[in-house]
């Protein structure tokens, strides 16, 4: 556990002090935002598909990735079935054209994580075009399933015991998991008490939608890891990448992140975190 603490510790610092300017260019430019969306999004994408040898198939990896990045952009907007309908219709002709190289399984395979990548990733765009709290809603995105994250790690490698999912995630204990529904619902205290009382003083932040989303997204982000985890184990690879020392690629630290954002788009219908008043 040390010896790896280090790295992922030190990326962990980078990787805010990043996420810090994002937010500042955001809310100068919020097509910022779009932009990192989208750039994330095709990128771990592209690891998706060099995992499987796939990526140099350019007529299938280059729409896949176009896809992924116009998605961060096309979300809120009329053209966005059109999209979805354009990546279908390349998609599917591309195999017809390559079906010597490219099977039913490889568009699967590519068109099924294309979507799911896209669909989880756009709803930090979705939250972010908010006239008002994009500074919010972008920490609370990253942060409450990243704390829980580290809950899991620190709990789990303490007193962790009890393996919750031994074939697909030896490393994941039942003590881990509660540890970090714990440090998740606790981040989700602490980013209302920042908002509510520092940044957001004139308006009003649901203290109970932030306890519900820490709850749940400590449970959705598990889904999440264990997803891509036996997804790993059917190609035998250990991490999707190496760009973040002591995490892997962008697809193994943003992989809670595809399954949460959207709980947080789902929870702020039927309960805003935010209101006016």
């Known amino acids: 556990m040390k010896s790896s603490l280090k790295p992922r510790l030190l990326t962990a610092v980078i990787g805010i002090a990043f996420l810090i300017l994002v937010i500042f260019l955001g809310e100068l430019w919020t ?3 779009y932009l990192f969306v989208g750039f994330a999004s095709a990128f771990m994408v592209g690891e ?26 096309l979300i809120l907007s ?3 079935y059109l999209l979805i309908f354009a990546f279908v ?44 709290g994009l500074p919010f809603y972008f920490v609370s995105i990253f942060a409450l399933p990243w704390m829980a994250d580290a809950g899991g790690f620190f709990i789990g490698g303490a007193v962790g015991r009890h393996r919750l999912c031994p074939n697909i995630s030896p490393k994941k204990t039942v003590e881990g998991a509660v ?5 998740c619902i606790a981040a989700a205290v602490l980013v209302w008490l920042v908002f509510q009382l520092l940044i957001y003083p004139d308006v009003t932040v649901s203290i109970w939608a932030l306890i519900l989303l820490g709850a749940v997204d400590a449970l959705v982000s598990i ?34 992140i595809i399954f949460t954002a959207p709980v947080m788009v789902v929870i702020n219908q039927f309960l805003p975190f935010i209101t006016l008043g």
């Open 78 to 80: 009329s053209y966005l």
């Open 223 to 256: 889904l999440g890891d264990l997803s891509f985890s036996l997804l790993k184990r059917s190609l035998n690879i250990k991490d999707y990448g190496s760009v973040f020392p002591g995490h892997g690629g962008m697809l193994d630290r943003f992989d809670s």
């Open 179 to 183: 540890g970090g529904v714990a440090f």
């Open 48 to 73: 998706y598909l060099h995992v499987r040898n796939m990526l140099k198939i350019y007529s299938l990896s280059v729409p896949c990735m176009l896809f992924s990045f116009a998605m961060s952009f």
């Open 89 to 132: 219709i390349v998609a599917f002709s591309v195999m017809i054209l390559k079906h010597k190289v490219i099977s039913f399984i490889d568009l699967a395979y590519s068109v099924t994580g294309t979507l799911l990548i896209s669909f989880g990733m756009s709803a930090v765009s979705m939250l972010c075009s908010s006239e008002i």
């Open 31 to 33: 097509p910022v935002i």
